[in-house]
């Protein structure tokens, strides 16, 4: 089983940068693909950003790549999302989400290859 807890949201004004952290609990933790992905009001959830646990590949949204990174802490089993210039477009609910053990992660960041997610952290961009 994988537990996400996600933290780091907040209100911020436009222009700030923002860090997101996904504390994962996991028995096993390095062979994992761990995404970010978000849903503003009203709107569909949105893939983000994915890395994987065992060789830190990532990908992004190609409408959020230069903008927002994601990185990982082994140590911590701790995933960020660093996300700079935000505009109050990016104001959503923030989750992470991991695929089963051993899952490859792969480009366009799709909700529906995820299994285990969190509860989501709210992120609020004000003009």
């Known amino acids: 089983q994988v537990q996400l807890v996600e933290s780091g949201g907040g209100s911020v004004q436009a222009g700030n940068a923002l860090r997101l952290s996904c504390a994962i609990s996991?028995?096993?933790?390095?062979?994992?693909?761990i995404g970010w992905f978000r849903q503003p009001p009203g709107k569909e959830r949105e893939g983000v950003a994915t890395?994987?646990?065992?060789?830190?590949?990532?990908y992004y949204a190609n409408s959020l790549k230069g903008r927002f990174y994601i990185s990982l802490d082994s140590d911590k089993k701790t995933v960020f999302l660093q996300m700079r210039r935000l505009t109050p477009e990016d104001t959503a609910v923030y989750y992470c989400?991991?695929?089963?053990?051993?899952?490859?992660?792969?480009?366009?960041?799709?909700?529906?290859?995820?299994?285990?997610w969190g509860q989501g952290t709210q992120v609020t961009v004000s003009s």
């Open positions: 890395i994987y646990t065992g060789d830190e590949i990532t």
């Open positions: 989400a991991a695929r089963k053990l051993d899952e490859p992660c792969r480009a366009g960041v799709h909700a529906g290859d995820y299994t285990y």
């Open positions: 996991s028995y096993v933790y390095n062979r994992r693909c």
